[in-house]
């Protein structure tokens, strides 16, 4: 299993950005995916997943600017990142588990399989 995060990038305040997550090896729709973040100084902190069926879950503090999606037929699940702020600024790692959960328990699950990172820079 191999997952892909692509997307990153340097940007001003303001602006938007669209995460890829792109996977391999794995039955993608059976899948639940999540993006985690971990920002200079701080631990990982979860941002935003989607379930198997597509029901998503965001966190409270990119509620309304983030949105996360998946497109099966291509293996990728999508974060639309709109109205970045310079706390965005992290590292964002995608994770994939063949899991059943959808909700709040995605934020707390332990993910199987997680891809490289890809850097998210938001300059004020």
């Known amino acids: 299993v191999q997952l892909q995060a692509s997307g990153g990038g340097l940007v001003q305040a303001g602006d938007s950005l669209r995460l890829s997550c792109s996977a391999s090896g794995l039955t993608f729709s059976s899948y639940a995916v999540a993006w985690f973040r971990r920002a200079p100084g701080k631990e990982r902190g979860f941002v935003a997943a989607i379930s198997h069926s597509g029901s998503s879950y965001s966190a409270d503090s990119v509620e309304g600017r983030f949105s996360i999606s998946r497109d099966n037929d291509r293996n990728t699940v999508y974060l639309q990142m709109n109205n970045l702020k310079p706390e965005d600024t992290a590292v964002y790692y995608c994770?994939?588990?063949?899991?059943?959960?959808?909700?709040?328990?995605?934020?707390?699950?332990?993910?199987?399989?997680w891809g490289q990172g890809t850097l998210v820079t938001v300059s004020s």
């Open positions: 994770a994939a588990d063949r899991t059943r959960v959808y909700g709040p328990p995605l934020t707390r699950i332990r993910y199987d399989h």
